[in-house]
T-cell receptor, first 112, second 118 residues
Framework: GENVEQHPSTLSVQEGDSAVIKCTYS??????FPWYKQELGKRPQLIID?????GEKKDQRIAVTLNKTAKHFSLHITETQPEDSAVYFC???????????FGSGTKLNVKP | ETGVTQSPTHLIKTRGQQVTLRCSSQ?????VSWYQQALGQGPQFIFQ???????GRGNFPPRFSGLQFPNYSSELNVNALELDDSALYLC?????????????????FGPGTRLTVL
């Protein structure tokens, strides 16, 4: 089955810097890759997603890139702010299988 | 915040007992997925319900079962509770699954039910 690996497990940046979180997947049939932000004690919230027919997608300070050949996708956050501090999860969905596979999470700490 | 709701918020049970968790999907959504999130880990897919039928299952034993109702709300039932079942249980709702196109549709999570098994 699909396996999604996420790195790093923790990331500490200074306010205003950029943060990059990387995920790799194993099943080349995966075709949908959402990213979730989870604050302590709260539900995961979808922040951006990308489908396999697109290489990059941007929404204000957040962008996601997908490299299907290498089977990896990345979350980029620019101009980080303290409120970006949270745990971020990547996920992948294999085409025609109704299962989402989540990475183990990255705890992002943005220092003021 | 999403329109997905879950009840109860917290629950304490003892080993061997049975538990039922409930989820109301967002308006217009007909697919509900259930996840188990252990502390410090990512959500693990339990199963998905689409139009009242189980439509995909993760690596969870049969004592994890579910239902979906005509209004698309859903229940997760866990029998013979074990200590390792202690976790945050999340449901996520979405519109009709991608079907033959294989395209995934956005999932929106509920607030979760924190289950503690003693």
């Amino acid at each position: 089955g699909e396996n999604v690996e996420q790195h790093p497990s923790t990331l500490s940046v200074q306010e205003g810097d950029s943060a990059v979180i990387k995920c790799t997947y194993s099943d080349s049939a995966s075709n949908y890759f959402p990213w979730y932000k989870q604050e302590l004690g709260k539900r995961p919230q979808l922040i951006i997603d990308i489908r396999s027919n697109v290489g990059e997608k941007k929404d204000q300070r957040i962008a996601v890139t997908l490299n299907k050949t290498a089977k990896h996708f990345s979350l980029h956050i620019t101009e980080t702010q303290p409120e970006d501090s949270a745990v971020y999860f990547c996920a992948g969905k294999v085409s025609n299988f109704n299962k989402f596979y989540f990475g183990s999470g990255t705890k992002l700490n943005v220092k003021p | 915040e999403t329109g997905v709701t879950q009840s109860p918020t917290h629950l304490i049970k003892t080993r061997g007992q049975q538990v039922t968790l409930r989820c109301s999907s967002q308006s217009g959504h007909n697919t509900v997925s259930w996840y188990q999130q252990a502390l410090g880990q990512g959500p693990q897919f339990i199963f998905q319900y689409y139009r009242e039928e189980e439509n995909g299952r993760g690596n969870f034993p049969p004592r994890f079962s579910g239902l979906q109702f005509p209004n698309y709300s859903s229940e997760l039932n866990v029998n013979a509770l074990e200590l390792d079942d202690s976790a945050l249980y999340l449901c996520a709702s979405s519109t009709e699954y991608g079907g033959w196109t294989g395209e995934g549709n956005e999932q929106f999570f509920g607030p979760g039910t924190r289950l503690t098994v003693l």
